[in-house]
């Protein structure tokens, strides 16, 4: 694996954000990784509503800080995918200098995630590896006016317990290829949001090329990476319409959390 990344040779087109790297693990490691995932004990996984996750790095405080602990060896050292993520340089001015907090986000076909914000705990950048299936990625941002009436046609995506409502509209849509890097960095991280529909399969129109069909009354999104793809079915399916099936996928969230608690001090009675 080259661990030589050209970071703006990945920009998305249509934002500075935002960053694409595919087969930035090869086939042979995404098996291992899955692999481990898999075979990680029960009491590893948290099961919520519409997914199960792994916490690796330490657990968050109610404060956003984080009482560390240690990655699992196969996570930084065959593959060293914290290292990787280190050199290219995404997380070159945050406090630690790499991410030191994984999620694992498993998703089944049929699952997603609704479109929400990180929090302020983590440095503004986000380095997102997708293993297992393909699946579109939306940003969202929060509508400036007041939300549309009944009886336009465009309910809006979701309203936040703050009372803010989502535009239904995404600003951004990616495909993240199995194996791929998406780096999230900036306003596209802290002042817009991201999620994944829950849907089985991924739609792309044969009559208006490179765009997704959108969920309900969302629209046809254009793949803004599209250029930057490199799996031939990927890149086929995106191009001339088709439908990508959702396998499971394995989402590895990784990121720098700026707090991090002394564990000598904690020990200490």
Same mark, same amino acid.
Not at 40 to 45: C, E, G, L, V, Y
Not at 256 to 264: C, G, H, I, S, W
């Given at each position: 694996m080259d661990s030589d990344f050209n970071l703006p040779r990945g920009r998305v087109p249509g934002t500075n954000e935002a960053y694409y790297i595919p087969d930035f693990v090869t086939q042979d490691e995404e098996a291992y990784l899955i692999r481990r995932i898999i075979e990680?004990?029960?009491?590893?996984?948290k099961q919520l509503?519409?997914?199960r996750l792994q916490t690796w790095g330490g657990e968050m405080t109610t404060n956003n800080i984080l009482i560390p602990s240690d990655m699992p060896a196969w996570l930084n050292q065959c593959p060293d995918i914290i290292a990787r993520l280190r050199k290219t340089g995404a997380f070159a001015s945050s406090t630690h200098g790499a991410p030191n907090h994984v999620i694992l986000n498993e998703y089944l076909s049929g699952q997603g995630i609704m479109p929400h914000q990180d929090g302020p705990a983590y440095h503004p950048v986000v380095g997102t590896i997708s293993l297992g299936s393909p699946a579109v990625f939306h940003y969202y941002e929060y509508k400036q006016h007041d939300p549309p009436s009944a009886d336009s046609g465009m309910a809006p995506v979701d309203i936040t317990a703050s009372g803010r409502t989502i535009n239904p509209v995404p600003v951004l849509s990616v495909l993240l290829e199995p194996r791929s890097l998406i780096i999230t960095t900036s306003s596209l991280y802290s002042h817009h949001l991201h999620g994944i529909e829950p849907i089985d399969s991924d739609v792309f129109s044969s009559s208006m090329p490179g765009r997704a069909v959108g969920q309900g009354s969302t629209g046809h999104h &254009?793949? *803004? @990476?599209?250029?930057?793809?490199?799996?031939?079915?990927?890149?086929?399916?995106?191009?001339?319409g088709g439908v990508l099936n959702r396998r499971t996928r394995y989402s590895l969230t990784c990121r720098?959390?700026? &707090?991090? *608690? @002394?564990?000598?001090f904690l020990g200490k009675r």
């Open positions: 990680a004990p029960r009491h590893k996984w509503a519409n997914r &254009k793949i *803004a @990476n599209i250029d930057l793809l490199q799996g031939l079915k990927e890149q086929e399916v995106a191009r001339r720098d959390v700026e &707090k991090v *608690a @002394n564990t000598k």
